[in-house]
């Protein structure tokens, strides 16, 4: 069955023929955009699809129009070439002149149930009354999903960007703290308590913070389109590549504020612990 | 004291700074190599797979590999010419279909089904009891066994679907002769492998067909593939090296392009946050270097200070980048494999020295990069100003 299907969609031979007035209207199918764009067809055009490279047997049909296929990242880096027909068309392009009517066959039909959650029920009532059938769940939804694979792998890879980017912040504001080392001194002496240019430093950190984790998200919507552009010209296809969603944005700034505040916090902890003359210097 | 030696002074002097800014670029540095593993990593463990099934060509019916592309007609007449030609020592069709097994009483379960005809080389790996040798005799893979509850010796009907016309094939009796593991097994995929004749018998149809025929070379894959394309115009034969290219250019793609985007965020964010560091550090020490200078150190020694601080960092922290990189690419690698049908023997992440030279080459840069502004505010540093200003302040 899946090689009937692979004859047809890659050794489908296509000649664009202009419809004539004389012959019957021809039965109407899709072709994927990237078909019609490498092959210059548009709606309105007649063609011929065949099984053989030959063009032998070949049909006419009318596009009836033009439609972008779902991204399938499984398939990125493949251009697809396709074409949606009604099923009995397909079956008359398909089936052997000699076979008997109702001989015809389908690879795969797909079914939606009123309720969902019996799914695995119904293709296991469908296997046990149906030899020769082979039913089970359309997609898988669980963890062995690609989607949710990649997903988990982004999000790794996002875990080694925060530590990283905690790592150097730290350092950073050591830096930065250990600069303002008299003047907290100064501060000290003249009688201001610790906490006090605590809560100052953790308002500078968590203003310094949402700064950057604004600029930052500001960045992602911008590098986002960019991104989104460069790879669907690459592969030819839809699929989105980047999406900075309201959920994206609120959990980086719910992670770069607190780490941000919490960095200039902890490193200025240490010097608060340290005696008022030995940070002035004097 | 030598440049490096002074340098290194200057980092522990100021260990929780240091420390944090080597930990931060060994983080980094575990990320990019990480990167470059998993940029060609994919194809390499492809290409050693395909190396180690032992065949050297593969001809198939059309360009599209891997794929289920048209079947091959009389296969063992066209394997018969392929094995007769000098370049070639052994042929093997392959053939694979979809096929119910059920042990008598038990619930069916369905397999991909193989049929290997020609040779005796065989595409598996027999992992207890032993190969097939008489007729009607086949061997499962370690999931299809555990799933039928069988073991080597046992008794199991097969109902293979090699045509859709073939709705209720006749059922066919064979015998469990061991247990194997098939290269290309993905975790959970149930398999079983016969005879390219049995498998045509369980399809109750004459042998010929095949997916593609595997060529074992005489030791010139490419001469071989040449042969073959000379003698079947109409056939596609192609080495190891061009199955691999093939896959190149049509799959694979994604996370050749990932790792290349990500493997320029983690420079650029290396190099910024170096910079970074060495710049405030040399700004909290322009009296020292001051100092330094007045005291009869060169510009050009001053200098060489910081380019010498900036590869203590980046040298440390990039040493112990390869093990924690290491350490992570198989907890990455991990990860990706949970993706449906990949196979337990493909690796995301395959080390190759050329990813070390390249992760080395990547760091050395960034160090040198990363020193350069924070080196020309030592060079251009006003000593007598910078002096004064420290005494006053």
């Given at each position: 069955m899946k090689r009937r299907t692979f004859l047809l969609a890659l050794s489908t031979t296509l000649i664009v023929a202009f419809s004539s007035a004389q012959t019957p209207e021809p039965p109407s199918i899709l072709v994927s955009r990237q078909l019609a764009e490498t092959e210059g067809l548009a709606e309105g055009d007649v063609v011929r699809l065949a099984l053989d490279a030959a063009g032998a047997g070949a049909r006419p049909f009318r596009i009836a129009g033009v439609y972008e296929p779902t991204p399938d990242p499984m398939r990125l880096g493949t251009v697809p070439r396709e074409v949606r027909m009604h099923l009995p068309d397909l079956l008359a392009l398909t089936s052997d002149d000699d076979a008997p009517t109702g001989a015809e066959h389908v690879a795969r039909i797909n079914i939606a149930l009123a309720d969902p959650a019996n799914a695995h029920a119904f293709a296991r009532s469908?296997?046990?009354?149906?030899?020769?059938?082979?039913?089970?769940?359309?997609?898988?939804?669980?963890?062995?999903?690609?989607?949710?694979?990649?997903?988990?792998?982004?999000?790794?890879?996002?875990?080694?960007?925060?530590?990283?980017?905690?790592?150097?912040?730290?350092?950073?504001?050591?830096?930065?703290?250990?600069?303002?080392?008299?003047?907290?001194?100064?501060?000290?002496?003249?009688?201001?308590?610790?906490?006090?240019?605590?809560?100052?430093?953790?308002?500078?950190?968590?203003?310094?913070?949402?700064?950057?984790?604004?600029?930052?998200?500001?960045?992602?919507?911008?590098?986002?389109?960019?991104?989104?552009?460069?790879?669907?010209?690459?592969?030819?296809?839809?699929?989105?590549?980047?999406?900075?969603?309201?959920?994206?944005?609120?959990?980086?700034?719910?992670?770069a504020v607190p780490l941000g505040a919490s960095a200039t916090l902890a490193a200025s902890w240490a010097l608060m612990r340290r005696g008022a003359l030995r940070l002035a210097r004097r | 004291m030598n440049v490096l030696g002074f340098a290194w002074r200057s980092l522990v002097r100021q260990p929780a700074r240091s420390t944090l800014g080597i930990l931060g670029v060994a983080a980094v540095g575990a990320l990019l190599f990480d990167m470059l593993l998993l940029s060609q990593g994919l194809l390499l463990s492809m290409r050693g797979l395909l190396d180690r099934m032992g065949f050297d060509v593969r001809v198939v019916s059309s360009d599209q590999f891997p794929g289920p592309g048209p079947d091959l007609d009389d296969a063992q007449t066209l394997a018969a010419q392929i094995a007769g030609l000098p370049s070639v020592r052994s042929v093997v069709t392959i053939r694979s279909e979809s096929a119910d097994l059920q042990r008598a009483g038990g619930e069916s379960v369905r397999v991909t089904f193989l049929g290997v005809g020609g040779s005796t080389v065989r595409p598996w790996t027999v992992v207890s009891g032993r190969d097939i040798a008489a007729d009607r005799e086949l061997v499962l893979n370690a999931y299809a066994a555990e799933e039928l509850d069988a073991a080597p010796g046992d008794a199991v009907l097969v109902k293979a679907f090699c045509f859709p016309e073939d709705t209720a094939p006749p059922q066919q009796t064979f015998r469990i002769a061991g247990i194997a593991e098939f290269l290309f097994d993905a975790p959970d995929t149930l398999g079983a492998a016969t005879t390219a004749d049995d498998l045509a018998l369980a399809c109750a149809q004459e042998a010929g067909k095949a997916d593609f025929v595997a060529v074992v070379s005489a030791g010139d894959p490419e001469a071989a593939a040449a042969a073959i394309s000379a003698q079947h115009p109409d056939l596609r034969a192609m080495t190891n090296e061009q199955a691999v290219g093939q896959l190149q250019q049509r799959g694979f793609t994604y996370f050749r392009q990932i790792s290349t985007v990500l493997s320029t965020v983690t420079v650029s964010f290396a190099l910024l946050l170096i910079t970074v560091l060495l710049t405030v550090s040399v700004n909290q020490r322009l009296g020292e270097v001051a100092a330094l200078r007045a005291i009869g150190f060169s510009q050009r020694r001053v200098v060489l200070d910081v380019l010498c601080e900036s590869v203590l960092i980046v040298g440390i922290g990039g040493g112990l980048s390869l093990p924690l990189g290491w350490l992570l690419a198989q907890w990455l690698d991990g990860i990706l494999k949970r993706m449906p049908n990949i196979p337990v023997q493909l690796h995301f992440f395959v080390f190759e020295p050329n990813a070390l030279a390249v992760h080395a080459l990547l760091l050395g840069a960034t160090a040198i990069l990363a020193a350069v502004y924070p080196m020309r505010i030592v060079a251009r540093l006003p000593i007598a100003a910078t002096l004064r200003n420290e005494t006053v302040s």
């Amino acid at each position: 069955m899946k090689r009937r299907t692979f004859l047809l969609a890659l050794s489908t031979t296509l000649i664009v023929a202009f419809s004539s007035a004389q012959t019957p209207e021809p039965p109407s199918i899709l072709v994927s955009r990237q078909l019609a764009e490498t092959e210059g067809l548009a709606e309105g055009d007649v063609v011929r699809l065949a099984l053989d490279a030959a063009g032998a047997g070949a049909r006419p049909f009318r596009i009836a129009g033009v439609y972008e296929p779902t991204p399938d990242p499984m398939r990125l880096g493949t251009v697809p070439r396709e074409v949606r027909m009604h099923l009995p068309d397909l079956l008359a392009l398909t089936s052997d002149d000699d076979a008997p009517t109702g001989a015809e066959h389908v690879a795969r039909i797909n079914i939606a149930l009123a309720d969902p959650a019996n799914a695995h029920a119904f293709a296991r009532s469908v296997n046990g009354r149906a030899p020769g059938v082979f039913a089970r769940r359309a997609a898988a939804t669980g963890s062995a999903s690609t989607f949710v694979v990649l997903e988990r792998f982004h999000l790794a890879i996002a875990v080694v960007t925060i530590v990283a980017a905690t790592v150097f912040l730290l350092a950073l504001t050591i830096m930065l703290v250990d600069e303002r080392r008299e003047t907290v001194g100064v501060l000290r002496l003249i009688g201001l308590p610790a906490p006090r240019i605590l809560l100052q430093v953790l308002l500078e950190g968590l203003l310094i913070a949402s700064a950057g984790a604004l600029f930052g998200l500001a960045l992602a919507w911008v590098s986002e389109g960019l991104i989104n552009r460069f790879f669907q010209w690459r592969y030819n296809t839809a699929l989105i590549f980047v999406q900075v969603t309201p959920r994206v944005a609120a959990l980086c700034v719910a992670i770069a504020v607190p780490l941000g505040a919490s960095a200039t916090l902890a490193a200025s902890w240490a010097l608060m612990r340290r005696g008022a003359l030995r940070l002035a210097r004097r | 004291m030598n440049v490096l030696g002074f340098a290194w002074r200057s980092l522990v002097r100021q260990p929780a700074r240091s420390t944090l800014g080597i930990l931060g670029v060994a983080a980094v540095g575990a990320l990019l190599f990480d990167m470059l593993l998993l940029s060609q990593g994919l194809l390499l463990s492809m290409r050693g797979l395909l190396d180690r099934m032992g065949f050297d060509v593969r001809v198939v019916s059309s360009d599209q590999f891997p794929g289920p592309g048209p079947d091959l007609d009389d296969a063992q007449t066209l394997a018969a010419q392929i094995a007769g030609l000098p370049s070639v020592r052994s042929v093997v069709t392959i053939r694979s279909e979809s096929a119910d097994l059920q042990r008598a009483g038990g619930e069916s379960v369905r397999v991909t089904f193989l049929g290997v005809g020609g040779s005796t080389v065989r595409p598996w790996t027999v992992v207890s009891g032993r190969d097939i040798a008489a007729d009607r005799e086949l061997v499962l893979n370690a999931y299809a066994a555990e799933e039928l509850d069988a073991a080597p010796g046992d008794a199991v009907l097969v109902k293979a679907f090699c045509f859709p016309e073939d709705t209720a094939p006749p059922q066919q009796t064979f015998r469990i002769a061991g247990i194997a593991e098939f290269l290309f097994d993905a975790p959970d995929t149930l398999g079983a492998a016969t005879t390219a004749d049995d498998l045509a018998l369980a399809c109750a149809q004459e042998a010929g067909k095949a997916d593609f025929v595997a060529v074992v070379s005489a030791g010139d894959p490419e001469a071989a593939a040449a042969a073959i394309s000379a003698q079947h115009p109409d056939l596609r034969a192609m080495t190891n090296e061009q199955a691999v290219g093939q896959l190149q250019q049509r799959g694979f793609t994604y996370f050749r392009q990932i790792s290349t985007v990500l493997s320029t965020v983690t420079v650029s964010f290396a190099l910024l946050l170096i910079t970074v560091l060495l710049t405030v550090s040399v700004n909290q020490r322009l009296g020292e270097v001051a100092a330094l200078r007045a005291i009869g150190f060169s510009q050009r020694r001053v200098v060489l200070d910081v380019l010498c601080e900036s590869v203590l960092i980046v040298g440390i922290g990039g040493g112990l980048s390869l093990p924690l990189g290491w350490l992570l690419a198989q907890w990455l690698d991990g990860i990706l494999k949970r993706m449906p049908n990949i196979p337990v023997q493909l690796h995301f992440f395959v080390f190759e020295p050329n990813a070390l030279a390249v992760h080395a080459l990547l760091l050395g840069a960034t160090a040198i990069l990363a020193a350069v502004y924070p080196m020309r505010i030592v060079a251009r540093l006003p000593i007598a100003a910078t002096l004064r200003n420290e005494t006053v302040s």
